[in-house]
């Protein structure tokens, strides 16, 4: 090869390959609309697409809604793995059973006291209402979710549930008869 010739995939490059003509009996994919019509091709530039409408005020408020309850049913979902991981750690006391009660504990707290910052960006004039039913589901889900740590710190013998728990409290009781012992 001599050092004046030029690979082909340069050439190809430098030169494209004329463009084939469509076939006629292929339908164009929807939104994509033909190359040439009656035989003139179309300019390609923002004016060729048709313009899209703007979405109306209504419009914007039903999506964000929607989106708002994506966020708000989210914690809801986390909820099998998180129980299928507390489950499978035991109830015994090791490092990694504290550390999911931990986060089992931290997560919704945080996410109930993050609540207005993770609906302020759905938030507008028009769904005001509508986002307090969104938050009210979205701390009740964070609510249903810390009740599945306390049903794990319970599991693990952590809750004082039972009377032997609360001894130190209990009054002592005054026999009503002494015993003596006969010599």
Not at 84 to 96: T, V
């Amino acid at each position: 090869m001599s050092q004046n010739t030029v690979p082909q995939w340069v050439a190809d490059l430098e030169h494209p390959p004329q463009p084939r003509p469509k076939n006629s009996s292929i339908p164009d994919p929807p939104g994509f609309p033909s190359q040439a019509v009656s035989g003139k091709k179309q300019s390609k530039g923002p004016a060729a697409a048709p313009a899209r409408k703007p979405p109306t005020a209504a419009e914007t408020d039903t999506l964000k809604l929607k989106k708002a309850w994506e966020v708000a049913l989210a914690p809801v979902k986390n909820l099998p793995m998180t129980a299928i991981m507390m489950y499978m750690s035991g109830n015994s006391l090791q490092i990694f059973s504290i550390m999911m009660v931990f986060m089992a504990f931290k997560n919704p707290i945080m996410g109930i006291l993050a609540t207005n910052q993770a609906f302020e960006r759905f938030e507008s004039d028009g769904n005001r209402g509508k986002m307090l039913q969104v938050k009210l589901a979205y701390v009740a889900m964070q609510i249903v979710a810390l009740a599945l740590g306390v049903w794990k710190v319970n599991a693990m013998g952590l809750l004082p549930t039972t009377t032997s728990d609360w001894l130190a409290w209990e009054a002592q009781r005054d026999p009503i008869e002494h015993a003596v012992v006969a010599l």
